[in-house]
């Protein structure tokens, strides 16, 4: 088991952390949000446009562990040209999957579906994603 867990986190984690998609500083855009852990220090912006009420060219750039880079990249991936509903929806369930060890739907998540590997790290998951759930939730 624990073999299989350094293979999962060796090729999807640290890969999508060193390689983040969108993973770029964007001041033109109109949403510009802070996901901030003052604990650790992990710190992400968060940039975006929402027209008619989709996500459109959403950007992140800032600094923090492996785990909360990758889960942001995986995000930004998940979210980006949903409709702002959806996003939410999206969102939220990702985050009740990881917070009550739950089953999470999309394939490209289940690499954080099994949270007893991720002792101490939840907050690290969930970080840029509880930022957005609440700026979702405003909106």
């Keep these: 088991m ?8 060796q090729t999807q984690i640290l890969n999508e952390a060193k390689h983040p998609f ?3 500083k964007r001041s033109d855009l109109h949403f510009n949000e802070r996901a901030y852990n003052p604990l650790c220090g992990d710190r ?7 027209e008619e009420e989709k996500i459109t060219d959403f950007f992140f ?4 562990c492996t785990i ?5 990249s ?5 979210i980006e040209g949903q409709f702002t509903k959806k996003a939410l929806e999206i969102v939220t369930l990702f985050i009740e999957a990881i917070e ?3 089953e999470i739907r999309d394939e490209s998540l289940k690499v954080f579906e099994k949270t007893e590997n991720f002792k101490g790290r939840i907050d690290c998951i969930l970080l840029s994603w509880k930022t957005m759930q609440q700026l979702l939730e405003k909106n």
Excluded: C, P, V
């Excluded at 624990?2 to 986190?9: A, F, G, Q, R, V």
């Excluded at 992400?44 to 929402?50: A, E, Q, R, S, V």
């Design 61 to 64: 750039d800032g600094f923090g």
């Design 100 to 102: 009550n060890t739950g």
């Design 44 to 50: 992400f912006d968060l940039y975006f446009n929402i």
């Design 74 to 78: 995986f995000m930004i991936r998940q």
């Design 68 to 72: 909360s880079k990758a889960a942001t």
């Design 22 to 24: 969108h993973f770029e």
């Design 2 to 9: 624990k073999n299989e867990l350094d293979k999962l986190y």
